[in-house]
């Protein structure tokens, strides 16, 4: 069982930044490879950017390339988001993920993390 809890977001003007931060539980974090996730309102929930269990491979969403940046520290058992140049289109509930079984599946999910960008 692995538990993620999400934190970070907020509300922040175009052109700002924030960090989201995913907590995971359990002494498996570095085997497997963690997803952020965003869904807006009316939409379905979309793949931001996904990171391999080392650290050593990311993806990224054509829509927040350039923008977004993914990293883990896999001794504080951590995922994070650093999001820059925040447009109000990414304004959303952002949930991390672990794949736990492999790509492209994810199966723990956290609850999400408002994050909301005025213009």
């Known amino acids: 069982q692995v538990q993620l809890v999400e934190s970070g977001g907020g509300l922040v003007q175009a052109g700002g930044s924030l960090r989201l931060s995913c907590a995971a539980s359990g002494r498996t974090f570095s085997r497997y490879a963690m997803g952020w996730f965003r869904q807006a309102p009316g939409k379905e929930r979309e793949f931001v950017t996904s990171i391999s269990w080392s650290g050593d491979s990311t993806y990224y969403a054509d829509s927040v390339k350039g923008r977004y940046t993914i990293s883990r520290d896999n001794a504080k058992i951590t995922v994070y988001l650093q999001m820059n140049s925040l447009k109000p289109e990414d304004t959303a509930v952002y949930y991390c993920?672990?794949?736990?079984?492999?790509?492209?599946?994810?199966?723990?999910w956290g609850q999400g993390t408002q994050v909301t960008v005025s213009s």
């Open positions: 993920a672990a794949s736990v079984s492999g790509f492209p599946k994810y199966d723990y």
